[in-house]
């Protein structure tokens, strides 16, 4: 999880946002189960937009989505707050492990929990690594909350995370071959720009991989 800034409110929630959740409301008001159309919520114009913001990431586990695995997630969900089904600022972008596994707000209250998109949201203050498994930084509440709530220590991340490890400490020999090679004691800046570009926001898993270069003095 990294900090995301919202793009402005794409142009399909503008025009339609207030008709889809009146009508919305008042569906749920005679079906208490009705379910938004994701059609509507998880509009091309709203993904596109999604996809800008998190440069094609989940917005919770940091995996880098095909078009066809993303999905679109009520932040406070639906069942809590039907007033923002087509609310441009509780769309996020997920994974479907990280969507559909996630622990209901009754028990895992979201507040509790890291927000990417709140403003000054600093998840490096609250989520760490050793090697490709996540910890709750300082023992923070909201760290720990977070990782129940999303499930980001389960297996198929952790084996997701050990592969990008995998291809930096790859590069990192490559790189200090090159080092002893030319008799040099140190990285050059060509060597140190190609490591750090590991925890670019673009890449998957940058949090981790920005834990790392700073636990390697990179
Ligand atoms: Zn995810």
């Excluded at 499930?151 to 198929?156: A, I, K, Q, V, Y």
């Excluded at 800046?189 to 750090?196: I, P, T, V, W």
Aim: glycine residues 4%; charged residues 30%; contains cysteine.
């Amino acid at each position: 999880m990294v900090p995301l800034s919202r793009g402005p409110t794409p142009r399909v929630l503008v025009e339609y946002g207030a008709p889809w959740t009146q009508a919305y409301v008042a569906e749920r008001a005679a079906k208490p189960t009705q379910r938004p159309q994701s059609r509507r919520y998880g509009h091309a114009e709203v993904r596109l937009e999604l996809r800008r913001m998190s440069l094609g990431k989940c917005f919770y586990c940091e995996r880098k989505l095909t078009e066809a695995e993303e999905e679109v997630d009520h932040h406070v969900e639906v069942a809590e707050r039907p007033d923002l089904a087509f609310e441009w600022a509780n769309l996020y972008l997920a994974c479907t492990p990280c969507n559909s596994g996630k622990a209901p707000n009754i028990t895992h209250p979201i507040a509790a929990c890291v927000d990417p998109c709140a403003p000054g949201a600093d998840p490096a203050a609250h989520l760490t690594f050793d090697r490709e498994r996540i910890a709750p930084r300082a023992n923070s509440p909201q760290g720990r909350a977070t990782i129940v709530k999303y499930d980001l220590h389960r297996d198929e991340l952790d084996l997701a995370r050990s592969r990008a490890l995998t291809g930096f400490y790859e590069a990192l020999i490559a790189v200090e071959r090159c080092a002893r090679l030319d008799r040099r004691g140190d990285f050059n800046d060509a060597e140190r720009e190609l490591l750090r570009a590991y925890a670019d926001p673009a890449r998957p898993f940058s949090l981790m991989m920005a834990a790392l270069l700073r636990r390697l003095g990179l």
